[in-house]
Each structure stands twice: as structure tokens, then as C-alpha cells.
Nanobody
Framework: QVQLVESGGGLVQPGGSLRLSCAAS????????MGWYRQAPGKQREWVAG???????AYADSVKGRFTISRDNAKNTVYLQMNSLKPEDTAVYYC?????????WGQGTQVTVSS
């Protein structure tokens, strides 16, 4: 099974940027569609962005135009570039497969957007 480790979160002011990384174990990473998910305090986990094994992308309406998902199959890594951050983006961010059975969830990485 795939093991997932997220990193890159932190505290940032509104309008700032962060780049998150998700490292996936295993030798067959390239066949999976991958996604980013987030969970804000008191709210259900939600899907944020997805990328197929061939590089096609999709985004939740709440982040479209501000976030960019990408992947580097040679490094077994998926990224989330987050620009123009808003306080509403504050959440724990997780990566996982997209459109298939989930792998075990990692610890996530905390993103806090605040003045």
C-alpha cells in the first residue's frame, strides 16, 4: 500500500503563498490519480484539487484560479501551489488518491492564514 507524507504548511498572511508537497512511497505512483484534500476546524474534509496520471487537473470552485496542483512521477511527489491565500483556506491539508479507494491518511500539514 501507499504511504503518504505531507509537508510545506505554515503560517502565512492573507494574500501570501505556500507550496505543499506530498511524498508517496511505492514503485507504482505513476498509475494513480492524486488529489489534495483539506479539513477546517469543525468542518468535514473536502476535496480541493486533483490530477490524473497523465497530468489533467481539476479544482474545487473555492480555490480555482488560486491553487495549482502538479506532480513529478520520477520523485513520487505531488504538489499544491497556493497563491492569494485567504483566511478561509486555513485547514489541515492532506493528499491521497483521487477517484479510487483511499490509501491510509497521513498526518497532513497545517496551513494557517491570518494577519
Amino acid at each position: 500500500q501507499v504511504q503518504l507524507v505531507e509537508s510545506g504548511g505554515g503560517l502565512v498572511q492573507p494574500g501570501g503563498s505556500l507550496r505543499l508537497s506530498c511524498a508517496a512511497s511505492g514503485s507504482i505512483f505513476s498509475i494513480y490519480a492524486m488529489g489534495w484534500y483539506r479539513q477546517a476546524p469543525g468542518k468535514q474534509r473536502e476535496w480541493v484539487a486533483g490530477i490524473t496520471n497523465s497530468g489533467s487537473t481539476a479544482y474545487a470552485d473555492s480555490v480555482k484560479g488560486r491553487f495549482t496542483i502538479s506532480r513529478d512521477n520520477a520523485k513520487n511527489t505531488v504538489y499544491l501551489q497556493m497563491n492569494s491565500l485567504k483566511p478561509e483556506d486555513t485547514a489541515v491539508y492532506y493528499c491521497n488518491t483521487w477517484g479510487r479507494q483511499f490509501a491510509p491518511w497521513g498526518q497532513g500539514t497545517q496551513v494557517t492564514v491570518s494577519s
